[in-house]
């Protein structure tokens, strides 16, 4: 019997995405007279035949159920299909990890019954959440001892235990039977802790999460995979609503996901999926490429066969893979690969930057047609790329910049505005952080002029440019050395005249330090009558009052400020949580102790929902690491490839989750031997290669410098690349 759901298979850009997109319009084509005529035509079938139900699709039927591997691919392709067809059909597109998660939170109540859990609503745990509860459950455990036999510290070795459980239930794996996987695939390595004792911790997190209705990523996967798709009442629900499933890159799918696939396929649904072969992206972090291309042995296969559409790929792949895996070969690559060489890094990046402002400049190239692409990069690489290129009015757009909150000003100030309001919080502030928070809460948006080349000047420039400040930090310096009185309970601002020479500050300055002061002063009192609801209430009026002012704050000042007010709300939904199950005997000013040291730590990025400004792509210099590039599925016309003598480049520029290859399906358990790290490492680069070049249509820069950030010689594997190249932009060049 021929199958009626599809495998395409191709690399990238070879249309696979489309192909779906095509495959969706014929299933639901709303003219039957044309599906009887298309459906007739092929070979052995004649008029009054009967036709496949599922070329039938209604809007009043069963939905179509959409996955795409990351969010940003989800809404492409969900705004593609929903443009191809007028939006007139039912279409869910989601992510598998958001599906998944919808599905857990729609049928909780089933899931009550069949766990006999407690009757409450579920409530999602962010990453950093579910670390630091991790961390105070386990704390009595993890002993000096046990982080010593370990050789990480706390907050690695918790983020490590849960990545295990995260990855069996990717794998479908039940939390129970981690400890005999670990046993078997850590039997060659002694100096790690006992399985046992890390599945026990996991034990108990699970259960402790369950008995309070909290939620990860990994806890909603094993319940959706173990409990949900088991259950006949929830498989009948799910067989009604979806009656085909659409899927792009599949190879980036945990596997997981292949059972729910096969549960619909049971069901008599339609599928259509595509696979990247050269994809994977994320293998190593929960996808199991290998598992999932099994689904074609159901399917109808169709193999993409033609070239990306002016592409280097075709020309340089061979040549390149053949240099990397065989370096005695001797062979020099085209003229469409160049290279820039230092000495140090320091000057390869100023380089760097140089050559592609010139390039821009000449008209060789405009800025969205240029992507630097590095495995890593560090604050240093990007600060100096960003300022060099900006100072040219040359914009630059880092995909995915998950700076930590607290490296923002405006966050900083806001936490230092909480300390000086609720009392108890003396001891996280200083006389520093006060007069930040007065530079801060005195800006003011400076219009641009009325000028062309001034808003042209504007719009290219840093957006902290455009704002000014009455209050500067000088005068914040003066003003919190002579103002500020600290006191581990209730720090305070005095008046301005405190200071004998006060008139050096001027009246601009000191109109916006009394309006300060007056403000916190209206808080204190409104927060000792408890008339502030919650400290997310204090964030908000304090951005309101000093920030927001009627203005437009710049989208990535604006990303951080939605990002605190989010992370504050689920911060204290929890903290409500954890309260109702077991009174916990701690007051306001400790909850607000613990929310700040968690944003100092770090662990929190401002990267809120959604993700990238409203509107149409920025022409922009695309910055990016390896992985993120790859996962955006974008494509350049010039890609400079930066630190191509680095040995990460054989790591994908992501790292890879501890234990991750004993959770992959077809090797469950196996010991992971250095001859395995080697031979993956070699396959991950000949992806990368294939891949990256698949996305540039005309010029490769190989940017290498001698030595790296710390002064070691870099002699990673792309360097015969960098050896072959014809064309060489060096400093003897330049200079």
Known sequence: MVSHSVWIVGNSRSGKTARLVEQFCSWVQPEKQYIESFYTKKPGRKKGDRIPEFLYLKQTEPGVLVLAANDDNRRELGDIIVTSTLGKYPVRA??????????????????????????????????????????????????????????????RLVRRILDLLQL?????????????????????????????????????????????????????????????????????????????????????????????????????????????????????????????????????????????????????????VELVTEPMVLSSLPKTVHSIETTSRAQLLRQTAEVIADAIQSQQVQPEQVAIIAPGLDAIARYTLVEILVKQNIPVESLNDQRPLISSPVIRALLTMLALVYPGLGRLVDRDAVAEMLVVLSRKQQPPENST????????????????????????????????????????????????????????????????????????????????????????????????????????????????????????????????????????????IEFIQLLRRGTITANPYPVRPIGGARKAVTLATIFQYRSSRRSHRWHFWLDAGSPLWAKGGAATLFGAPFFLRDRLGEPWTAEDEKLAEEQRLRRILTD????????????????????????????????????????????
């Open 453 to 592: 080349d001034a808003i042209n000047r504007v719009s290219t420039t840093d957006a902290m440019n455009r704002v000014s400040t009455n209050i500067d930090p000088v005068r914040a310096g003066l003003i919190a050395d002579y103002c500020f009185v600290p006191h581990p309970d209730r720090p305070n601002l005095l008046p301005v005249s405190a200071f004998e020479r006060w008139d050096r500050i001027g009246y601009a300055a000191t109109t916006a330090y009394n309006e300060i002061l007056e403000w916190l002063e209206q808080q204190r009192s409104q927060q000792e009558l408890r008339l502030i609801p919650s400290p997310i209430s204090l964030l908000d009026r304090a951005i309101q009052r000093f920030l927001w002012n009627g203005s437009n704050l710049p989208y990535e000042q604006l990303a951080a400020l939605r990002e605190l007010l989010e992370t504050a709300q689920h911060y204290w939904e929890i903290d409500t949580r954890l309260r109702q199950i077991t009174p916990i005997e701690t007051t306001l000013h400790t909850t607000i």
């Open 168 to 320: 069996a239930a990717y794998s479908g794996i039940p939390c129970e039977d981690i400890a005999q996987i670990l046993t078997r695939g850590l039997r060659e390595n002694n100096t790690n802790l006992e399985p046992e004792f890390l599945a026990s911790l996991l034990l108990d997190w699970r259960n402790w999460c369950l008995e309070r209705g909290l939620l990860t990523y990994g806890i909603i996967t094993e319940l959706y995979s173990q409990h949900l798709l088991s259950d006949r009442n929830y498989q009948q629900h799910l067989t009604k609503r979806y009656q085909a499933v659409l899927a792009d890159d599949v190879d980036d799918y945990p596997s997981v996901a292949r059972l729910l696939f096969e549960l619909l396929l049971d069901r008599g649904a339609v599928g259509a999926f595509s696979y990247n072969p050269d994809g994977a992206v994320r293998l190593g972090l929960g996808a199991d490429p290998n598992y999932l291309e099994g689904l074609a042995e159901r399917c109808r296969v169709e193999i993409l066969t033609g070239s990306p559409p002016e592409s280097l790929g075709e020309q340089l792949t061979t040549q390149m």
């Open 692 to 735: 990256l070049l698949s996305r540039v249509s005309e010029r490769v820069y190989l940017c290498h410098s001698d030595l790296a950030v710390n002064g070691q010689e870099q002699l990673g594997p792309l360097l015969p690349l960098v050896n072959a190249c014809v064309t060489v932009i060096s400093e003897a060049n330049v200079n």
């Open 94 to 155: 989601k992510t598998p990890l958001g599906f998944f998660q919808d599905e857990v939170i729609l049928f909780w109540p089933l899931l009550i019954n069949s766990l006999n859990l407690k009757a409450q609503f579920p409530v999602r745990l962010r990453p950093e959440t579910e670390q630091e509860l991790a961390t105070k459950l386990w704390r009595p455990q993890l002993d000096e001892e046990i982080l010593r036999i370990a050789g990480v510290n706390e907050s």
